[in-house]
């Protein structure tokens, strides 16, 4: 299974009403800057341990940006 960012614009507005910008929020988080836009964007999926620093650092709980995905394989199962 992987997580995936629910709603990357709705992401960055949550960012942008709590006052940070991507680089803040990387450091915030303790997570590379190029690992966190990449996340913004959609284009990672972070692993549950980066997952929970986000929410942390947020202050939101985990289904309100993050969903948990089946891989292929997993779904013909």
Do not use: H, Y
Request: charged share 35%; net charge positive.
């Amino acid at each position: 299974m992987k997580i995936k960012l629910k709603d990357a614009i709705g992401f960055e507005e949550m960012l942008i009403r709590k006052g940070l910008s991507k680089k803040a929020f990387a450091e915030a988080a303790e997570i590379g800057q190029v690992t966190a836009l990449q996340i913004c964007n959609g284009d990672r999926k972070p692993s549950p341990r980066i997952a929970k620093r986000i929410c942390d650092t947020l202050e939101v709980k985990f289904d309100d940006i993050f969903e948990i995905v089946k891989t292929p394989q997993q779904a013909a199962k």
